[in-house]
T-cell receptor, first 114, second 112 residues
Framework: EPEVTQTPSHQVTQMGQEVILRCVPI?????FYWYRQILGQKVEFLVS????????KSEIFDDQFSVERPDGSNFTLKIRSTKLEDSAMYFC????????????FGPGTRLTVT | QKEVEQDPGPLSVPEGAIVSLNCTYS??????FMWYRQYSRKGPELLMY????GNKEDGRFTAQVDKSSKYISLFIRDSQPSDSATYLC????????????FGKGTKLSVKP
């Protein structure tokens, strides 16, 4: 069964450093998402991406964040200058179409900012 | 008032019990309702998806939506220890908004 994959599973970085989190969505899916989950809190939407552009973003997704689909398979989330409060699990998700609200999540990348 | 409310539990039941998990929401504009299961330090796994009031059944799982009461439920029959996980409700407004609004999750423990 096809699945969303994410790398790395755990990333440790120092405050102020740039990090790139990588995702490979399900191959025939067209919509891609990033969510985050701070420990003990709810899963929160960050951004959605379709046709090589952002279709929606939350208040969390400020200028420090960017997303990119550098090739036909990868989808990345970049945090330019990490802060302690960026420590969280970051989940990538994909869905076949916007009107298909069934989103399939990857296993997550645990980001620890020290 | 929060958009989606979900009792975080924890909820502990004996093996074989029927489990009832619930979420309430405040905005009647929500159109799509999902239940995800999340094991510790893993990604959410889609269990059920529905968009209309009423019941939808899949094996031991039944999702129920009552739009008039803004109340959704997930029932698990014949619960198993492997069902021990956190269950998240997730709602969507539909239209061009693809983002999911999650509840905080209910942690379920099924004891053998």
């Amino acid at each position: 069964e096809p699945e969303v994959t994410q790398t790395p599973s755990h990333q440790v970085t120092q405050m102020g450093q740039e990090v790139i989190l990588r995702c490979v969505p399900i191959s025939n899916h067209l919509y891609f998402y990033w969510y985050r989950q701070i420990l003990g809190q709810k899963v929160e939407f960050l951004v959605s991406f379709y046709n090589n552009e952002i279709s929606e973003k939350s208040e969390i997704f400020d200028d420090q964040f960017s997303v990119e689909r550098p090739d036909g398979s990868n989808f990345t989330l970049k945090i330019r200058s990490t802060k302690l409060e960026d420590s969280a699990m970051y989940f990538c998700a994909s869905s076949y179409g916007l009107l298909s609200y069934e989103q399939y999540f990857g296993p997550g990348t645990r980001l620890t900012v020290t | 008032q929060k958009e989606v409310e979900q009792d975080p539990g924890p909820l502990s039941v004996p093996e074989g019990a029927i489990v009832s998990l619930n979420c309430t929401y405040s905005n009647s504009a929500f159109q799509y309702f999902m239940w995800y299961r999340q094991y510790s330090r893993k990604g959410p796994e889609l269990l059920m998806y529905t968009y209309s009031s009423g019941n939808k059944e899949d094996g031991r799982f039944t999702a129920q939506v009552d739009k008039s009461s803004k109340y959704i439920s997930l029932f698990i029959r014949d619960s198993q220890p492997s069902d021990s996980a956190t269950y998240l409700c997730a709602l969507n407004y539909g239209g061009s908004q693809g983002n999911l609004i999650f509840g905080k999750g209910t942690k379920l423990s099924v004891k053998p």
